[in-house]
């Protein structure tokens, strides 16, 4: 059973950067794309980033201000949010899937981490 842990998320001003990270383990050896997704209250769960053994997806709206990387040998996996702004407020959130490639809806995970409340002040 695999099981993800997010931590880092906080509070931060408009124009700061944080980074999260994503601890994955009962992983086998398989392979396995890992993804972060957010939640606000009221909306959709949205796909912002996806790492696979064919590469990385991202979705545009996050193009230029959040990146992913992935350790293997500790199954890790962080997102860096540069540039951060109030409307990325919100819970953050690490999944994955045993596949080889990419997708960015969440129906395509059926493992998650509790996730990690980001909050960005003006």
């Known amino acids: 059973q695999v099981h993800l842990v997010e931590s880092g998320g906080g509070s931060v001003h408009a124009g700061e950067s944080l980074r999260l990270s994503c601890t994955a383990s009962?992983?086998?050896?398989?392979?396995?794309?890992l993804a972060w997704f957010r939640q606000v209250p009221g909306k959709q769960r949205e796909g912002i980033i996806c790492?696979?053994?064919?590469?990385?997806l991202v979705n545009d709206r996050f193009k230029g201000r959040f990146t992913t990387s992935r350790d293997h040998p500790t199954n890790a996996v962080s997102l860096q949010m540069d540039n951060l702004t109030p409307e990325d407020t919100a819970t953050y959130y690490c999944?994955?899937?045993?596949?080889?490639?990419?997708?960015?809806?969440?129906?395509?995970?059926?493992?998650w981490g509790q996730g990690t409340h980001v909050t960005v002040s003006a």
């Open positions: 790492i696979a053994r064919v590469g990385t």
């Open positions: 999944a994955a899937r045993q596949k080889t490639t990419c997708v960015l809806n969440s129906v395509s995970y059926d493992s």
């Open positions: 009962g992983l086998t050896d398989e392979p396995y794309a």
